[in-house]
């Protein structure tokens, strides 16, 4: 029985949370229903962590635990295939922190808070249902599920130019999963020698590994540019600067903190890991652009004046090294991009978050129009530095493991090349130093420069517990990454054997 | 006794930090600064029993054969990258970490007594306090450091803790922006550090101090003949270290943040500016000294580039108004001596005095400088304002802070028995033992140290005597003299220090040593030159030091703007990157790649448009489009299959 | 005569006796009734359908003229549906004032198009194909000029009908150079007669022919007639008309290439649908995205759907006939429940342009989220069924295993990029857009929020229902032998 | 399959009849006009079939069968289009078809 595995309740709960809202009549309810479904999702995704953990314990070494299968589309083998191994478990995870999060940022949403979490659980059902998914149908399904409602999400409660932020962004990522379908397809028809045992299970597939070598130069860029687009890759990051400055705080917390993660999650899990030998010939042109993502990314930010520009472009560049990180292919650069998946959706929420809060209050995110924050709320420009810092790569705050992570075990590649392109994308933690410095300095410190802003108030009690939830993501992670890695392992132990 | 416990001097400050920055905002100011000042208390008394037992202690196989043995009290895997490639939170401890320890947690316990009164009644006094744990909990961290990843993670945490504490008045601009350079300069050079890490640990897979420095040999030839632009793999590597320790400590070019970081509270100066975390670059240098050994490439680098900025920043702060640049540029100077002492050393070479001299100036220069900026800050405290300009005749009002701040001249300036004599004594002997060009080298820069320091001195207490009104300058409460005194006694006695019999390059027990009575006499000579030089020009107010100014014009004004270094890195930052790399790239994407998808959703647009008269509405003419379609249809398969 | 073979057409059957009832209803009913009559046309549609589902027979009738297989049954089934779903959304119109005095006429021509459409999917020879289409297709121009008080509706009809003579006439033409060159109008006879090098004629029929029936489904460049007839017609026309008549086309269409062309579908047709699709997918969409008139607007995508749905015939495989079918039937569904909420919006306000659609779902929320659920579906968003339709038509499509294919549905799928845009446009007026909405708040009928209702469950249920997708491989596994041409 | 010269000689005027049709369909306004060019392409059609099947399949009978069946539809088509033309009329006195462009773009 389906029931009895743990992982579909991640996406029956979002769903349960939908239909209630559906029933829900005052705001009272919605908030009810929307907090109670965000903690039974975070409750969720602590036990899985430790029921994994457990198994793992006991001595359980295959690939994918809490693995559950059912027949779907019969004739075309399309299965509802459910299993997840350490990186999904730590993604799902973090997604729940996020929604959590999220959750309590939007508090006061209006108008039409009921319709906005509607989207919003929508969302993350696609979301859960991608990670917790091991068949590439219902990934794909999940995927463009969790794609939609950006546009409504950012259409009707965003700000400034939502019209066209929403619009491009939704037809980009689209663009990409355009892509990325016609990749699934062409993997289905080549994912065995035996054209009457095709499969979308993507175990199978990398089992069988019966995709022809001609076939891999074709499909493995359909697939990594698909997925690319949503991991801001280097010419198709331009949805992410507009998308996140117009989108409502929850929203830009959820996307660049959940969203973007499956864009890396989908290279790694389709692309790379499907498409070995494609991955390892063809990684230098995506390695050039993932680097050139990097560091452009990080410069564009030093100039940008809006924070939620600068963190978006800031977004570009740490998910650049995501996809950087992936295709070194080497076991500690690949633990590293699950990390920087787990400290940048953290640290990029809580930015988001506390960019949301902050313009909630001055209603401009100019940073020349803003100073002083840290004399007139000491609380928020206190998380602030604290993400700031865990952008930078701070020891102790997440960001710092993930980088280094990424950088020693891309430098451990034996070609040249990539080692040189390490170093190139090594530099980028100067630049964000750079650009992080130069936002907390003119936001937090300094005078005050606007008046009016002295009567502002500091956080309220869903504000602090919305942050704080993220700060202790953070913390957690920058000081006991092993444990973090401890759960990925496995995971990689059979990546390893199959790339490297 | 297991000395296991030493691991307690970084959960200690690390306590402290977050007990202060959690609930420091609700506590007492007094209560908030004694919680800080007793954690720093028994912190040192931890250090120093440590390092006692260390030193002194015979049951922990310490020594084995007349070798003082590397001890790896402590260990924990924090993150392990690969089998090999681990990152340990770890305590080594040696003779220069046992040392360092006893230098920072000495200093630091001094500036947590002193900030007490220093920083009573300022806003924010518990959070100082709490970065002040941070600051000790990371420098700490570093000096105890057993593999060189974990001094990357606290060489960062000192970075930034610099940052919060230069940045402490926040309110103030240049506060904020002194704090940025800082981090900045210092990060770009810690990048170098990452790189050489990186390729240090690609082709000896190990992060490993012991490992690394018990087999030099072995690391050198790891990297099997590789090369790189023309230099050997391990140059890059040790170059680029290199680089890391010379931003931490602020050596030319990468100097310029260090004068600035002045913006930060006195206290913090003489601690993190002054004694302990700018000698981290030379600590790390000495910690791969046997690496560094065998790369001689890299020794003229390091040598030669410690010796231009000792010279340089001398030249700097003979010209400087405020009193705190001019000690940031002595303070520039003397680690160039430390950085310079090292280059010159080598293990065939007089058995690396160089190093030993190198340690014991560190060690000496940390007692008297921080005693010479603490005697600023209370000279700052009464007078309120850094400039020269604004004092002159103090020694009648504050007569402690006077013999402090003539202990800590002298000690600087190598006069016997001051403590700067003996450990400036052996770099001179290094140097000469090296080539005499960098012995004389060092000695004039060190004649120009005794006169800018003297300058410093006699503008301050003696010059003249102006009209302070109201507030008359006082001595400073008891909290800030005590210091004073004990750190002025330190000056005065820590040159008797035996120091060779603990630290030197071969971790000996024995080792001999004596004052080179040439070198030093010269020496000697060379400074008192420059106090009486000094003496000449600055005891009594008169016009001679400002017409030589004015017959200099070009060479003062450029020592005065610091060789316009500033404006150099002002004009790379904001002209050529942010102008002309960043804004490009943003316009780029902005207009180019955003502009491309833009474009496409606007051809679509115009196409959509343009091609609307095919729906012309006229059936006459859907038909015709209808037949020419049916036989273009034919035509083509027509063409292409017959 | 062997009369029993009329048992081997049993829907037909069916179908005639409704038509006859409700032809008697219409004729004998006392006028206080006449209100009843679209009820009763519903009830008995229903029923019939209902009944139908029970016995489906296989066999041949007119010697060979005629085939029913588990297919055309399933086929016809999906038509009855939506044909129903039409039914029930027109009734609040065929009473108004205006129409209901020819409402008994409406009917009726609509049971006789379907019968017509009914002949196109079970022909098996052409003559009974022509009499297929062509009583599918005339009846249409005359409902299409139903509204007599409407210029527009009269446009549209003389648009119709000269473009549907002119393309009947070149199809035949076409026909009869087939008829030249195989001696036979069987399809099965053809088949064999194909096979080989083709010739010239050969080619210049086909090209015939595909207009022809190109037209029905309004392929570009055979399609202009489609803006105009759907902005002109009578809104319920128009849903039958982009859904009902454009399925059974596409259905006729597969087994017209495959069971008869088969044989040279990679010298000839491949390409000629190979061009077809690329122009439909890719003109319809940028048509679309100007359009301000929600029926035109309809119009266009429904043409870009078309473009979708024959990369179920140029896969020429099961699984490309199985998703041929589920697309229809998902599309019915889709593209219903759009005009549903177009035509209760019609019939309160008279306004179809998007414009007035500004802010819908601050007066109108359930009209609105339904219309979003259309276009969501249209647009191949999942979970709707509009994703499930086309990933699995793109399945079919590129199971043919060749690059080219590869490269229309990658022509395909970036297109879908567009089509997107304007569905989404659609969503943007009803949602983001700010302003006084001009549509009042509407309380509609029950009939039309009946067909609202069961178009939105629909969408939801039929794609994650697999058992709908997997009944229909397995009807078309039945009947595969006729994919044994394809070369 | 050959075509002869008898079959020709019935085969070239069809296609010229068509050709005809379709050069009046696109020429002509009115719109009766238009529509004899239309019985025109439909009587080339039968045409065909008839030639056909006298000529090259003399034993069988299905192209006559589909010229009976073609001649009754082009019958009824006509009446319908004509009747739609009469609506039109009635509506704008006018039974040029280039005036029916109300609808375009």
Redesign the interface.
């Given at each position: 029985m389906i029931f009895s595995n743990i992982l579909i309740y991640f996406v029956v709960i979002p769903i349960l949370v939908l239909g209630c809202l559906f029933a829900t009549k005052n705001i009272k309810q919605v908030r009810t229903v929307v907090v109670i479904g965000a903690s039974a999702l975070m409750v969720l995704a602590l036990y899985l962590v430790y029921s994994f953990l457990q198994q793992r314990g006991a001595g359980n070494a295959s690939e994918m635990l809490f693995r559950y299968d059912a027949v779907w589309f019969k004739p075309l083998n399309i299965h509802f295939a459910l299993g997840v191994d350490g990186i999904s478990v730590v993604l799902i995870l973090l997604s729940a922190f996020i929604v959590f999060g999220g959750v309590f940022a939007s508090w006061r949403m209006d108008p039409l808070p009921k319709e906005f979490f509607l989207w919003f659980f929508l969302l993350s059902t696609g979301v859960f249902g991608f990670f917790i998914s091991i068949d590439m149908f219902t990934m794909v399904m999940f995927y463009e599920v969790a794609l939609i409602p950006m546009y409504l999400l950012i259409g009707v409660w965003g700000s400034g130019n939502k019209r066209y932020a929403a619009m491009k962004l939704t037809l980009m990522l689209m663009g990409g999963s355009a892509f990325l379908m016609l990749g699934v397809i062409g993997i289905y028809f080549h994912s065995s020698a035996d054209p009457n045992n095709l499969t979308m299970n993507i175990l199978t597939i990398a089992q069988n590994n019966a995709i022809p070598h001609s076939w891999q130069y074709f499909l493995f860029p359909m697939t990594f540019v698909g997925f690319g687009v949503l991991g801001a890759m280097f010419p198709f990051h331009t949805w992410s600067p507009d998308g996140h400055a117009a989108a409502p705080t929850a929203v830009s917390m959820l996307h660049a903190g959940v969203l973007m993660k499956l864009g890396g999650y989908g290279c790694f899990r389709i692309a790379i890991f499907l498409m070995p030998f494609a991955a390892q010939q063809l990684n230098w042109i995506f390695l050039i652009l993932t680097g050139i993502s990097v560091v452009y990314g990080a410069l564009s930010a030093c100039v940008q004046t809006d924070l939620k520009y600068i963190n978006a472009y800031s977004s570009v560049s740490h998910c650049g090294m995501v996809l950087f990180a992936l295709l070194m292919l080497t076991n500690t650069a690949v633990t590293g991009a699950v990390l920087q998946m787990l400290s940048h959706g953290l640290m990029t929420a809580l930015f988001f978050a506390l960019i949301g809060m902050i313009y909630g209050r001055t209603h401009t995110r100019d940073i020349r129009k803003m100073g002083g924050m840290m004399n007139i709320m000491p609380y928020l420009s206190v998380c602030f530095v604290i993400a700031g810092l865990a952008s930078l790569g701070l020891p102790g705050l997440s960001g710092f493991v993930a980088e280094m992570n990424i950088f020693v075990g891309s430098f451990m590649h034996p070609d040249l090349f990539h080692r040189i392109l390490t170093i190139v994308g090594t530099t980028s933690i100067v630049i964000t130093a750079v650009y992080i410095l130069r936002m907390v300095g003119k936001l937090l410190l300094g005078q005050v420069q606007d008046k009016h802003h002295l009567t502002l108030t500091d956080a309220n009690w869903y504000e602090r517990l919305s942050t704080l939830t993220l700060i202790v993501g953070i913390v957690t992670i920058g000081f006991f990454p092993s444990f973090f890695v401890e759960i990925i392992k496995n995971s990689l132990s059979f990546v390893k054997a199959l790339v490297m | 006794m297991n000395l296991n416990y030493t691991i307690a001097v970084l959960i200690l400050p690390f306590l402290t930090f977050v007990f202060l920055g959690l609930v420091g905002v609700k506590m007492k100011k007094k209560a908030a600064g004694i919680v800080g000042v007793c954690s720093m208390g028994v912190t040192a008394f931890i250090a120093f029993a440590a390092a006692f037992t260390y030193f002194f202690g015979t049951d922990q196989g310490q020594v084995i054969d007349g070798v003082r043995q590397q001890l790896q009290v402590f260990d924990y895997?924090?993150?392990?990258?690969?089998k090999n490639?681990v990152?340990k939170i770890g305590v080594l401890l040696d003779p220069i970490s046992a040392m360092m320890l006893i230098v920072i947690t000495t200093v630091s316990f001094m500036v947590h007594l002193y900030s007490l009164g220093y920083m009573d009644g300022e806003k924010g006094f518990q959070r100082y306090y709490a970065f002040l744990s941070l600051f000790t909990l990371a420098m700490l961290g570093l000096v105890v450091a057993s593999n060189i990843?974990q001094m990357y993670?606290?060489w960062?945490?000192v970075g930034?803790s610099s940052?919060l504490l230069i940045?402490f008045y926040?309110?103030t601009?240049a506060a904020?922006?002194a704090?940025?350079k800082a981090?900045?300069v210092t990060?770009?050079a810690?990048?170098g550090f990452?790189?050489g890490i990186?390729?240090l640990?690609?082709y000896t897979q190990t992060f490993d101090f012991i490992t690394l420095t018990s087999n030099p040999g072995a690391v050198i030839s790891s990297a099997g003949g590789a090369t790189f632009l023309g230099c050997s793999a391990m140059a890059w590597a040790m170059t680029l270290i290199f680089i890391g320790g010379a931003g931490k400590s602020a050596m030319f070019p990468l100097h310029i943040w260090l004068p600035d970081a002045m913006e930060g509270p006195t206290p913090v100066s003489a601690l993190i500016h002054a004694a302990t975390m700018v000698v981290a670059g030379v600590y790390l240098v000495a910690r791969l000294f046997p690496i560094y050994c065998l790369e001689q490439g890299t020794m003229t680098i390091i040598t030669v580039i410690g010796a231009f900025t000792a010279f340089y920043a001398a030249a700097v702060a003979c010209t400087q108004s405020d009193i705190k640049r001019v000690l940031a540029f002595s303070t520039i100077s003397q680690i160039a001596f430390m950085m310079t002492s090292l280059g010159v050393a080598s293990q065939m070479l007089d058995n690396g005095v160089g190093y030993m001299a190198s340690m014991f100036h560190l060690f000496t220069h940390a007692m008297f400088k921080s005693l010479l900026f603490l005697c600023a800050g209370a000279i700052i405290h009464s007078v309120h304002s850094n400039e020269m300009t604004a004092m002159g005749g103090l020694r009648k009002y504050m007569p402690i802070c006077n013999w402090a701040f003539l202990f800590g001249c002298l000690a600087i300036s190598g006069i016997p028995p001051f403590s700067g004599f003996f450990s400036k004594d052996e770099i001179l002997v290094a140097a000469y033992a090296k080539s005499p060009l960098w012995g004389i080298w060092l000695a004039v820069v060190a004649g120009m140290t005794a006169f800018y320091m003297f300058r410093l001195y006699y503008k301050i207490f003696w010059w003249n005597n102006p009209d302070y009104g109201d507030h008359k300058p006082h001595e400073a409460p008891w909290t800030m003299t005590l210091p004073l005194i004990i750190l002025g006694l330190l000056a005065l006695c820590a040159g008797m220090i035996p120091f060779g019999k603990y630290v030197n390059l071969a971790r000996t027990v024995e080792y001999e040593s004596g004052i080179n009575w040439m070198v030093a006499g010269s020496s000697v000579l060379i400074a008192l030159i420059g106090i009486g030089l000094a003496t000449k020009l600055y005891l009594k107010e008169n016009p001679k030091p400002d017409r030589m100014a004015e017959k200099t014009p070009g060479l003062w004004t450029a020592a005065y703007r610091r060789f316009y270094m500033d404006e150099f890195y002002q004009y790379i930052t904001h002209h050529v990157?942010?102008a002309h790399?960043?804004?490009p790239?943003?316009w780029f994407?902005r207009h180019i790649?955003?502009g491309?998808?833009n474009m496409l959703?606007r051809v679509?647009?115009s196409?959509?448009?343009s091609?609307?008269?095919?729906?012309?509405?006229?059936?006459?003419?859907?038909?015709?489009?209808?037949?020419?379609?049916?036989?273009a249809?034919?035509t083509?398969?027509?063409l292409?299959?017959? | 005569m062997d009369y029993s073979q009329f048992l081997m057409m049993p829907q037909e059957i069916g179908l005639l006796i409704v038509f006859l009832l409700v032809f008697l209803f219409d004729t004998f009913m006392p006028k206080r009734l006449q209100t009843s009559l679209s009820y009763i046309t519903c009830v008995l549609f229903a029923v019939y359908t209902a009944v139908s589902m029970i016995c489906p027979l296989k066999g041949m009738a007119f010697a060979g003229m005629f085939e029913s297989t588990a297919a055309t049954f399933v086929m016809k089934q999906i038509l009855n549906i939506g044909m129903l779903i039409v039914l029930i959304q027109s009734i609040k119109w065929a009473n108004e004032d205006f129409t209901i005095v020819r409402r008994g006429e409406f009917y009726e021509l609509l049971l006789v198009t379907l019968f017509g459409m009914y002949l196109m999917i079970s022909a098996r020879h052409f003559l009974l194909f022509v009499i297929g289409l062509e009583s599918a297709s005339l009846p249409l121009a005359a409902l299409v000029a139903f509204d007599k008080k409407r210029y527009e509706s009269h446009e549209a009809a003389a648009k119709y009908m000269f473009t549907a003579m002119f393309s009947s006439a070149i199809f035949m033409m076409g026909l009869s150079f087939v008829y030249g060159i195989a001696g036979s109008l069987y399809f099965n006879d053809i088949a064999f007669k194909v096979a080989g090098t083709p010739s010239a004629l050969l080619i210049v029929a086909l090209a015939f022919v595909i207009s022809g029936v190109g037209f029905k489904l309004s392929l570009v460049p055979f399609h202009l007639w489609t803006a105009d007839v759907y902005q002109g017609a009578p809104t319920a026309v128009t849903s039958y008309l982009s859904v009902i008549s454009k399925g059974a086309a596409a259905y006729a269409f597969l087994i017209i290439m495959v069971q008869t062309f088969g044989a040279v579908y990679s010298q000839v047709w491949e390409w000629m649908l190979y061009a077809l699709i690329i122009l439909t997918i890719t003109l319809g969409n940028l048509f679309a995205i100007r359009q301000r008139n929600l029926k035109r607007f309809l119009a266009f995508s429904s043409i870009s759907q078309a473009g979708y749905i024959m990369l179920g015939v140029i896969a020429a495989n099961e699984i490309g006939m199985a998703s041929l079918m589920y697309y229809v039937l998902v599309y019915i569904f889709s593209n219903l429940a759009a005009f549903g909420v177009i035509s209760a919006i019609e019939n309160k306000t008279g306004r179809v342009g998007m414009d007035d659609y500004n802010g819908l779902y601050h007066t109108n929320p359930k009209l609105a989220f339904t219309m979003m659920l259309a276009m969501f579906s249209l647009g191949g968003i999942p979970p709707f069924a509009g994703f499930f339709s086309k990933f699995f038509i793109f399945m079919g499509a590129v199971k043919t295993g060749e690059v080219a294919i590869y490269i229309l549905v990658l022509i395909a799928l970036i297109n879908t990029i567009i089509s997107l845009y304007y569905y989404l446009l659609v969503v943007k007026a009803m949602f983001i857009v700010e302003g006084d909405c001009v549509v009042p708040r509407i309380k509609s009928e029950t009939s039309e929020r009946l067909g609202m209702t069961i178009c939105t469950l629909g969408i939801i249920l039929i794609g994650p229902a697999s058992c709908i997708y997997t009944f229909l491989t397995l009807v078309v596994k039945d009947g595969s032998s006729m994919f044994c041409f394809i070369q | 399959m050959k075509f002869d010269l008898t079959i020709l000689m019935y085969i070239i005027p069809s296609v010229i009849m068509f050709c005809c049709g379709v050069y009046g369909f696109i020429t002509r306004k009115n719109m009766i006009a238009i529509l004899i060019s239309l019985e025109l392409m439909l009587n080339a059609v039968d045409i065909n079939f008839v030639v056909f099947n006298r000529y090259l399949f003399p034993g069988q009978m299905e192209g006559m069968m589909f010229s009976l069946f073609a001649i009754a539809i082009a019958a009824g088509e006509t009446a319908l289009a004509i009747a739609i033309v009469i609506n039109v009329y009635r509506v704008v006195k006018n039974v040029d078809i280039r005036e029916l462009t109300k609808m375009k773009f």
């Open positions: - | 895997t924090w993150m392990q990258f690969t490639l990152i990843f993670i606290f960062e945490l930034i940052y940045g926040y309110t601009p904020v922006a704090a940025k981090f900045i990060r770009f810690d990048l990452l790189i990186l390729i640990s690609y990157i942010f790399v960043s804004t790239i943003a994407d790649i955003d491309t998808m959703a679509t647009h196409t959509s448009y091609i609307r008269r095919f729906q012309s509405g006229n059936i006459q003419s859907y038909v015709w489009i209808y037949l020419i379609g049916a036989l249809l034919a083509i398969v027509m292409c299959v017959i | - | -």
